[in-house]
């Protein structure tokens, strides 16, 4: 046997590892989000708490001091950019040696043992050097040799780990205070638990109840770890998101269904599905990016019955659903709540399952409209720009033809 090949066959890099490199290489390559990705994948992985919870911080912590670690790695290295898969995987690296208690050596081999399995044996001697030179000093050494040529703010920045023009708005809004509030932005919180109302009670969470949300709890540790989470039947989500959700089901409005606009990812979607069935109405979430609809659907998947919430991909400003093969469109006319009856339409349409909302025109065969269920996915694309008049255009439809 060659020695390459020798060398090959002793490149086994741990599965904690792999997995982290995965989900940050989803994040990066694939506009994955962090805290949704990672408990997907822990999800299935059956690691114990210990190696799971290695695998949550390497990832958070890495997506946490990106921006940093990039230019550390672009000094340490004289190069500008890396192979995404390679990047990646020095990402973690520098992370395991600049911000966790990992050693230099099994950080460095560890390191290099990902990189040749992941990317290929050839970056194995790249990936040694590049990571010899950043454990040469510390976070702080580095933060101190990257600020010599930075302006005040630029120090700011880099100090507490934000882009300039971050910095930049908290200064304007808080002045002095802005650097402990920057600062609070990088301690790792504990993580905030919420229920799909008739799906799973709080108790259900283990942890503490949340002070002002009735559905919430925070639990340290792996979300994954819950049965009602590995279900669908409660997620992760801050408590200022839940009580929005709560504020908006509260309102004084007419009966009818909720015609969620802009609903991805999904969380606030969830909470909203669960409290319309409650009250006898069906959530409609609509969302203009299919991988960002897609993920509404995962988040509303655990729900059934007469009631269920339906996610589909439309663009809310002219209410716009594209039919997944024939390219045909249907237009959802918002009206007043219970003016019209979606419901038999859409089913018409090819949905399945009734649905209460405001109106929706299908053309096209009854069984190509985008609609997400569970797994199922859709084809087509749409402009993932934004800016602030697209949320002008997107609230202005909502109240000139909702209210």
Known sequence: MAAGNRTLRRRRPDRPRLLAHRILGAVTQQ??????ETARVLSDAGLDPRDAGFVTELVSGTCRLLGTYDRILAAASGRDSFDPALADALRLGTHQLLSMR???????????????????EKVAGLTNAVLRKVAARDLDGWVDHLARDEDALGRLALRTHHPRWIAQAYVDLLGDEADEALSANNVPPVPTLVVRPGLAEVSELDGEPTSRSPFGARRPGNPGDLPAVREGRAGVQDEGS???????????????????????PGGKAALLAGLAMQQGSTLLASELQPHRAELVAQALRAYDGPHRPEAIAADGTVCQATHATSGATAFLGISAPGEAALAEQLAAAGSGSPLGSTGVDAHGEPDQLQVFRGERRITGECDPSFNPDSLRALLETAIANGA
């Open 102 to 120: 990992v050693g230099h050596h099994a950080a460095i081999s560890t390191t290099v043992d990902l990189a040749a399995a992941t990317v290929g």
């Open 242 to 264: 839940q009580l929005v959700a709560l504020a908006l089901a509260e309102s004084d409005a007419p009966e009818g269904p909720w015609l969620d606009l802009c609903a991805g």
């Open 31 to 36: 506009d994955a989000y962090a805290n949704l």
